[in-house]
């Protein structure tokens, strides 16, 4: 079916953030226009008192109602300006987070990349490090699977860092806490795959149920999956999570550099980051 809305409503439907744009271009170009019209016309410089009910921010309802019309001229005549402030908002936002995330990232990198009871894949000692914050009830991270382990047998000099963000359901932070009492069994990324690639819900039933195919020991999975570690380890994910900003899975960091979700190009995306920071040096990833 096709879209009954003017073309500018459908641009400001599908970008809600040029709504914030409105009030601020309406009363700059308000103002302008009515600056311009108090000098060239000759009914406006009969007005003695204008000039001054404009400085005061007091208006008449007749200069009320000119102010409108102009602006809807305007705005109307130039309804591309919508889109230049998104544009200006849209790249103003994007420095503001990166640089509040690379802050971020910079005073809490050892816990992000360097922390020792982490669970990873890949080079344990690698000279870069890939972190990924997932969920394993979430279909996105499922789908960014792939890439990671491309990317942990293409490079061996690569790390992965798994920061367990059980968002999605209950369910979620049961399958989390045995995949890291599994981490104490040293058979962390081999169940992690295993549930990733399992079809249906995540929970502690099935969770347990991949983890004695694969041969772990349940009674002790049991008993570390509800210890005080596993449930530390947990809560400094969250609270990690909440620093950075991270809402949403999968989230991968590389350096200072974010890819949140799982993009069609995730490899290339993190093999190309993996590379600049390689040349480029990264102290703490």
């Given at each position: 079916m ?14 809600p ?20 019209s ?6 406006a ?9 404009a ?11 000119d ?8 705005l ?16 103003k936002m994007?420095?503001?987070?990166a640089?509040r ?38 279909g ?5 699977l ?8 293409s ?20 399958a989390?806490?045995v ?19 399992a ?14 195919k ?38 991968f ?7 949140p ?12 980051h ?7 040096g990264?102290?703490y990833?």
């Amino acid at each position: 079916m096709s879209n009954p809305r003017p073309p500018l409503l459908r641009v400001l439907a599908d970008r809600p953030a040029a709504w914030l744009a409105i009030p601020a271009v309406a009363a700059l170009a308000g103002l302008v226009l009515l600056g311009q019209s108090l000098v060239s016309s000759p009914a406006a410089n009969a007005q003695a008192d204008a000039p001054a009910a404009a400085a005061s921010g007091s208006f008449s309802a007749q200069q009320r109602s000119d102010i409108e019309a102009i602006v809807k001229n305007y705005l109307v005549t130039h309804p591309e300006i919508f889109l230049e402030v998104q544009t200006a908002l849209e790249t103003k936002m994007e420095k503001e987070q990166a640089a509040r995330l690379k802050s971020v990232i910079s005073e809490n990198a050892r816990d992000i990349y360097r922390d020792p009871k982490a669970d990873i894949a890949g080079n344990p000692d690698g000279d870069i490090t890939v972190v990924e914050f997932f969920d394993y009830n979430c279909g996105y991270c499922k789908r960014g699977l792939g890439d990671i382990v491309k990317l942990v047998e293409s490079d061996p000099k690569v790390r992965v860092v798994f920061k367990e963000l059980p968002i999605l359901s209950k369910g979620s932070e049961e399958a989390s806490r045995v995949a890291l009492a599994a981490g104490q069994q040293g058979k962390y990324w081999e169940l992690h795959q295993a549930m990733l690639n399992a079809k249906g819900v995540l929970n502690e039933a099935t969770a347990l149920q991949l983890a004695t195919k694969l041969g772990l020991d349940i009674d002790k999975l049991k008993k570390d999956m509800n210890s005080p570690e596993v449930l530390a380890e947990l809560a400094k994910a969250e609270e990690l999570a909440k620093k950075l900003g991270v809402n949403g899975t999968p989230h991968f960091l590389v350096g200072d550099r974010a890819i949140p979700g799982a993009p069609g190009d995730l490899f290339e995306q993190l093999t190309a980051h993996v590379g600049e920071l390689r040349k480029e040096g990264c102290s703490y990833c």
